[in-house]
């Protein structure tokens, strides 16, 4: 069956990095788009952009610039999301999700846990 | 960037009665491209319905959804217990791709 298995969660300290990973089964990893969103604590649901699987070209959504980058290894079907210089306002689930033919989301990472915090 | 205001924040019904949640959009929504998703506690969203009114894969025919261009509605016919859950609507008609702040459905 179709499956996206997201990295397990972590606490890192402000201005450190962090890198989550996506690793996708049971479909051709290049054939659907590949999205990020984020869900801080006790809030709903952000969409942060998404990554091209063929090509590798990301797209970022507004605030979701700068420190974040997407990226792929096409060759273990995983999608990875790294955040730098962290802020405490980072914390929050962050969930993969594939995009299957419009942009619903359909199935989701079971998310990972970043906690920001000294 | 299409806002959407879901309502009620949160709706006390018992099981088996009917729910029924509004999904609004600050400007209309493109070819009806508006998706809904359940999420428990501690798990991930689930997507429920697409397209406005196509149920998703393996979702219970007591889902159905429908509405266009600024108002959408879920509406649950008759309500499990596992039915029990925040439930969120998003667009896709236009990027940004934006959800609502999400209808909490509890148990009365």
């Known amino acids: 069956q179709v499956q996206l298995v997201q990295s397990g969660s972590g606490l890192t300290k402000p201005g450190a990095s962090v890198k989550v990973s996506c690793k996708a089964s049971g479909y051709t990893f290049t054939s659907y788009a590949m999205n990020w969103l984020r869900q801080a604590p006790g809030q709903g649901l952000e969409w942060m952009g998404w990554?091209?699987?063929?090509?590798?070209?990301?797209t970022y959504a507004q605030g979701f610039t700068g420190r974040f980058v997407f990226s792929l290894d096409t060759s273990v079907s995983t999608a990875y999301l790294q955040i730098s210089s962290l802020k405490t306002e980072d914390t929050a689930v962050y969930y993969c999700?594939?995009?299957?033919?419009?942009?619903?989301?359909?199935?989701w990472g079971q998310g990972t846990l970043v906690t920001v915090s000294s | 960037e299409i806002v959407l205001t879901q309502s009620p924040g949160t709706l006390s019904l018992s099981p088996g009665e009917r729910a029924t949640l509004s999904c609004r959009a600050s400007?209309?929504?493109?070819?009806?491209?508006l998706a809904w998703y359940q999420q428990k506690p501690g798990q991930a969203p689930r997507l429920l319905i697409y397209?406005?009114?196509s149920r998703a894969t393996g979702i219970p025919d007591r889902f159905s959804g429908s509405g266009s261009g600024t108002d959408f509605t879920l509406t649950i016919s008759r309500l499990e217990p596992e039915d029990f859950a925040v439930y969120y609507c998003q667009q896709y008609g236009s990027s940004p791709y934006t959800f609502g702040q999400g209808t909490k459905l509890e148990i009365k």
């Open positions: 990554i091209n699987t063929n090509t590798g070209n990301p």
């Open positions: 397209g406005a009114s």
């Open positions: 999700a594939r995009a299957p033919r419009a942009w619903w989301f359909d199935p």
């Open positions: 400007q209309s929504v493109s070819s009806r491209s």
